[in-house]
């Protein structure tokens, strides 16, 4: 996203902060197209014939986003790190209720088969997640990379504007967390 779409998109979202529709309005169709980008690199990592579709991702966390009363978005990158959190919600939400995950195995994988998601394997979503969750009780800066690299899509840099660091502390944060992450999922297995 260019230098000028980026300060006209944080001016929106102040402004719809602040109470004005017309802002939302304007807004819409920026954040929508930005939503369905990142929704659309995650989708492409999904197991074939997955029935939950790029657009219905979208749908579903721009219906969370909006509905939320009271929210002050200080700029871009925060409301593209708050979407990131949605969407990954919904993805969790939507493995924990396909049928027969209860009994489904849980597989010894990388964070990076984990993060690849092939046939049959929604279960290593809810498995990452908890990893996740658990991450975050004890260092939230390295949850929060995962979570905005792998749920929300976002590269490096956005990363690093979202949770104000530089992007060698991003990359460093981020090879601890997948070494964690594979310790933790294949734990699981043992």
Same mark, same amino acid.
């Given at each position: 996203?260019?230098?000028?779409?980026?300060?006209?998109?944080?001016?929106?979202? =102040?402004?719809?902060?602040?109470?004005?529709?017309?802002?939302?309005?304007?807004?819409?169709?920026?954040?929508? $197209?930005?939503?369905?980008?990142?929704?659309?690199?995650?989708?492409?990592?999904?197991?074939?014939?997955?029935?939950?579709?790029?657009?219905?991702?979208?749908?579903?966390?721009?219906? *969370?986003?909006?509905?939320?009363?009271?929210?002050?978005?200080?700029?871009?990158?925060? !409301? !593209?790190? +708050?979407?990131?959190?949605?969407?990954?919600?919904?993805?969790?939400?939507?493995? *924990?209720?396909? #049928?027969?995950?209860?009994?489904? #195995?849980?597989?010894?994988?990388?964070?990076?088969?984990?993060?690849? +998601?092939?046939?049959?394997?929604? #279960?290593?979503?809810?498995?990452?997640?908890?990893?996740?969750?658990?991450? $975050?009780?004890?260092?939230?800066?390295?949850?929060?990379?995962?979570?905005?690299?792998? !749920?929300?899509?976002?590269?490096?840099?956005?990363?690093?504007? +979202?949770?104000?660091?530089?992007?060698?502390?991003?990359? *460093?944060?981020?090879? =601890?967390?997948?070494?964690?992450?594979?310790?933790?999922?294949?734990?699981?297995?043992?």
């Amino acid at each position: 996203m260019a230098e000028e779409s980026t300060q006209e998109v944080t001016q929106l979202l =102040k402004r719809w902060s602040a109470g004005d529709g017309e802002a939302l309005e304007e807004l819409t169709p920026v954040i929508y $197209a930005e939503l369905h980008r990142i929704a659309h690199r995650h989708m492409r990592k999904e197991r074939d014939g997955h029935t939950l579709q790029t657009t219905a991702l979208v749908n579903e966390a721009y219906v *969370r986003l909006i509905d939320w009363k009271n929210a002050k978005f200080e700029n871009r990158a925060h !409301f !593209f790190g +708050v979407s990131a959190q949605l969407m990954r919600r919904v993805l969790v939400d939507f493995a *924990r209720k396909r #049928p027969g995950n209860k009994e489904a #195995p849980i597989y010894l994988v990388s964070v990076e088969e984990a993060m690849a +998601v092939t046939e049959g394997k929604d #279960p290593e979503i809810v498995a990452l997640d908890e990893a996740l969750t658990e991450l $975050a009780t004890f260092d939230e800066r390295k949850a929060k990379i995962v979570e905005l690299k792998f !749920f929300g899509g976002l590269k490096t840099d956005e990363i690093a504007e +979202v949770i104000g660091v530089s992007e060698i502390t991003v990359l *460093r944060e981020w090879q =601890k967390a997948k070494a964690w992450l594979f310790l933790q999922l294949n734990k699981k297995t043992d």
